[in-house]
């Protein structure tokens, strides 16, 4: 799912100058990366692609003559090639819609901070490498529903109570996915860490809502886990998880480099849940969670890990398979039905 390049050729696609020259400026203080072309709305960006074939495009939402929207649908039809949203806070929800068409993930509208600059240029050259068709023909595949199910529980690993979630670059998309094709009765609440901007975890949840019939919800403070719901960690606090299922909302680690830290979240599942912990590392860039999937292997809980195909990043999860840490590596399409065979669900 990787293409091997040298130089990253990048079309800037945004109704703003001001926003195009920003970050030409910032892609551009980078000698593996050039600004090949500018867009100011999504018809030019079209013409663009097929004439200059960039490796990359950036992408706003809300432009004149035609949206992002349609020109990511058109762009992925036509021209597969790796798309990254950026955009205001004010467009979030409809910016993970883009994720739904193919764009592969999201970010904010990058100002002078170091923070930003760093998280824009690195999502450039990761995103950068995936084979966008390769991708799209694994997200299309249906689950072999039967085929897992009847598959025995890990011997020593008892029916789930808990399904601990954790996620990076191209994470959205794949639990956008997996809950679409979960029940609405759900046996065991589910808890997510994804790494994602301050402001942009409410715009997922909507998104995530209108996909599935269990109950997505931003988590807080002091939130008791029921069965068939969804409770994600919010971009600024860490979250973990109590013996009494209990949600506890702290200060984000500022010494932790990829936040929330699923890392916190999930050594808090092994702790509270044990053996009946179900963890799920996804794709994702850096090592954040492996350490939690360890513990909670230790800790007798059962450990599953989204396969390199079917990854955007094969990254945090390559990790933890190469470490020992996970008992069973799922290809994206089997992990609904893996999730319903150890949560219990018959």
Known sequence: MVKSKNMIRVLLVDDSSLVRDMIREILESEPDIVVVGEASNGEEAISMVASLNPDIVTMDIEMPVMGGLEAIERIIAEHPVPILVVTALTGVRTAFTAVSKGALDVIEKPDISLENVLNLVKKIRLLANVDVAAHLL?????????????????????????????????????????????????????????????????????????????????????????????????????????????????????????????????????????????????????????????????????????????????????????????YKTVPLANIPAELMHRAGVE
């Open 138 to 326: 694994t997200m299309r595949r249906r689950s072999a529903t039967a085929s897992v199910s009847n598959a025995p529980i890990q011997k020593g690993f008892s029916k789930g109570g808990i399904v601990a979630i954790a996620s990076s670059t191209g994470g959205p998309q794949a639990i956008h996915k997996i809950l679409s094709q979960l029940p609405a009765l759900f046996p065991v609440p589910i808890v997510i860490t994804q790494h994602i901007a301050e402001g942009f975890t409410q715009g997922m949840v909507d998104w995530l809502n209108a996909v599935t019939p269990l109950k997505v919800r931003v988590a807080v403070n002091g939130d008791v886990l029921e069965p068939g719901n969804v409770y994600v960690n919010p971009a600024e606090h860490s979250m973990r998880i109590t013996e009494q299922g209990m949600i506890i909302l702290g200060d984000r680690d500022a010494s932790h480099l990829y936040r929330p830290s699923c890392n916190t979240m999930l050594a808090s599942v092994a702790a509270a849940y044990r053996e009946r912990a179900i963890g799920l590392i996804m794709s994702g860039m850096g090592d954040d969670g492996v350490a939690g999937m360890q513990a909670i292997l230790k800790a007798g809980g059962a450990t599953i890990a989204q396969d390199d195909k079917s990854s955007v990043v094969y990254g945090m999860n390559r990790i933890a398979v190469e470490r020992g840490y996970i």
